[in-house]
């Protein structure tokens, strides 16, 4: 039973989180023992991004955009208990639960571990996580949990289309409570370079290709040409971001710990929010799972990009957002055992098309 849960995982998904660490170490080394490497890739850049890591982001993002067939919004009004369980948790509760966990440990709980600095830029990579729910890898969590595919693209196509809206207005008021100064045409800037445009080439792509060559092709030949490619951008963008924030971690080993606690404490909580209130409407288990897993898990890609275009590779607030890929793996995991083991929690399976 077990070997089958895991099957929809794929290999570097599986061991994600040991390939962040083999990446911490990596750029750890590089930028302690070859800081030429780190020092020349910074003179790439535009407008505080990172030339580099830009394109890597892209190579993240872009494969992720292909898979979600936007098409499938018309039928968001079919069941739309789960989709308004998925808004609600994603867009007006997560973003804020986070900034008050957040707050609380990194101002109060490690007041006299964290300075007051490192707090505030530990509390804004908090809140870029907060405000940006997973796209991609919920399938993979779908999966896992035996989700129904179909309302899942749903769930994930709608949540896409709210991010192009309400992620840049939420991270700039909670990044100005936080009492960080953010430049709105940065932040708008960033939102459209690692939102918008990959989202519009996704479903470019992803049209052109089923209209020439079908959805047969399109899904068993085009898209696993794109498998590694995400995964393989992410980790080389963390080379890069450790390289700089070597001496940091070196100085600070503790200070990741510090960061995973409440993050993981907000995983478990959005997700037995979604997940409950599912219960409490009497949602189907394979409607209820997807719902939590997906406001539990981050689209921490976005969050990366933008916590680098704003605050630059080498700051402690893109440190804390690349924390939050160091632990979403492993935690993500256990929450798809606590969801496949309480599925009588809920009524039978019913079929949702």
């Given at each position: 039973?077990?070997?089958?849960?895991?099957?929809?995982?794929?290999?570097?998904?599986?061991?994600?989180?040991?390939?962040?660490?083999?990446?911490?170490?990596?750029?750890?080394?590089?930028?302690?023992?070859?800081?030429?490497v780190?020092?020349f890739?910074?003179?790439?850049?535009?407008?505080q991004?990172?030339?580099?890591?830009?394109?890597?982001?892209?190579?993240?993002?872009?494969?992720?955009?292909?898979?979600?067939?936007?098409?499938?919004i018309?039928?968001?009004?079919?069941?739309?208990k789960?989709?308004?369980?998925?808004?609600?948790?994603?867009?007006?509760?997560?973003?804020?639960?986070?900034?008050?966990?957040?707050?609380?440990?990194f101002?109060?709980?490690?007041?006299?571990?964290i300075?007051?600095?490192?707090?505030?830029?530990?509390?804004?990579?908090?809140?870029?996580?907060?405000?940006?729910?997973?796209?991609?890898?919920?399938?993979?969590?779908?999966?896992?949990?035996?989700?129904?595919?179909?309302?899942?693209?749903?769930?994930?196509?709608?949540?896409?289309?709210?991010?192009?809206?309400?992620?840049?207005?939420?991270?700039?008021?909670?990044?100005?409570?936080?009492?960080v100064?953010?430049?709105?045409?940065?932040?708008?800037?960033?939102?459209?370079?690692?939102?918008?445009?990959?989202?519009?080439?996704?479903?470019?792509?992803?049209?052109?290709?089923?209209?020439?060559?079908?959805?047969?092709?399109?899904?068993?030949?085009?898209?696993?040409?794109?498998?590694?490619?995400?995964?393989?951008?992410?980790?080389?963008?963390?080379?890069i971001?450790?390289?700089?924030?070597?001496?940091?971690?070196?100085?600070?080993?503790?200070?990741?710990?510090?960061?995973?606690?409440?993050?993981?404490?907000?995983?478990?909580?959005?997700?037995?929010?979604?997940?409950?209130?599912?219960?409490?409407?009497?949602?189907?288990?394979?409607?209820?799972?997807?719902?939590?897993m997906?406001?539990?898990?981050?689209?921490?890609?976005?969050?990366?990009?933008?916590?680098?275009?704003?605050?630059?590779?080498?700051?402690?607030?893109?440190?804390?957002?690349?924390?939050?890929?160091?632990?979403?793996?492993?935690?993500?995991?256990?929450?798809?055992r606590i969801?496949?083991?309480?599925?009588?929690?809920?009524?039978?399976?019913?079929?949702?098309?």
């Amino acid at each position: 039973m077990a070997k089958e849960k895991v099957q929809g995982i794929g290999f570097f998904e599986k061991y994600l989180t040991l390939w962040v660490v083999i990446c911490m170490v990596a750029g750890i080394l590089i930028g302690r023992y070859l800081p030429s490497v780190p020092a020349f890739l910074g003179r790439f850049e535009y407008a505080q991004v990172s030339i580099p890591i830009a394109v890597l982001i892209w190579f993240m993002i872009y494969p992720m955009m292909m898979k979600v067939d936007f098409t499938s919004i018309k039928n968001v009004g079919k069941n739309p208990k789960g989709l308004f369980i998925t808004w609600v948790t994603n867009w007006l509760i997560k973003p804020f639960t986070m900034y008050g966990i957040a707050f609380f440990f990194f101002y109060v709980v490690f007041k006299s571990i964290i300075s007051a600095g490192l707090a505030k830029d530990y509390l804004a990579g908090a809140i870029l996580l907060g405000a940006a729910p997973c796209t991609a890898m919920v399938f993979v969590w779908s999966l896992l949990t035996r989700g129904n595919p179909a309302y899942t693209v749903v769930q994930v196509a709608t949540n896409d289309l709210i991010i192009l809206f309400a992620f840049t207005p939420i991270v700039a008021f909670l990044l100005g409570v936080s009492g960080v100064k953010i430049p709105w045409l940065t932040l708008i800037l960033s939102v459209v370079l690692f939102v918008v445009i990959p989202l519009a080439g996704g479903v470019l792509t992803r049209f052109l290709v089923l209209k020439r060559k079908g959805m047969d092709y399109f899904e068993n030949k085009f898209l696993p040409k794109f498998n590694n490619v995400t995964i393989i951008g992410l980790l080389l963008t963390l080379i890069i971001i450790f390289s700089f924030q070597g001496n940091v971690i070196i100085a600070n080993p503790l200070h990741i710990i510090l960061i995973a606690v409440p993050l993981v404490i907000q995983t478990f909580l959005i997700f037995f929010i979604a997940y409950l209130a599912s219960k409490a409407l009497k949602l189907t288990h394979d409607i209820a799972a997807p719902a939590g897993m997906i406001g539990a898990s981050n689209f921490f890609e976005l969050s990366v990009a933008v916590a680098i275009s704003l605050f630059g590779a080498n700051s402690p607030v893109a440190l804390a957002t690349i924390v939050g890929v160091l632990v979403e793996v492993p935690v993500m995991l256990v929450l798809v055992r606590i969801a496949n083991r309480t599925t009588h929690w809920f009524p039978t399976k019913k079929s949702v098309k």
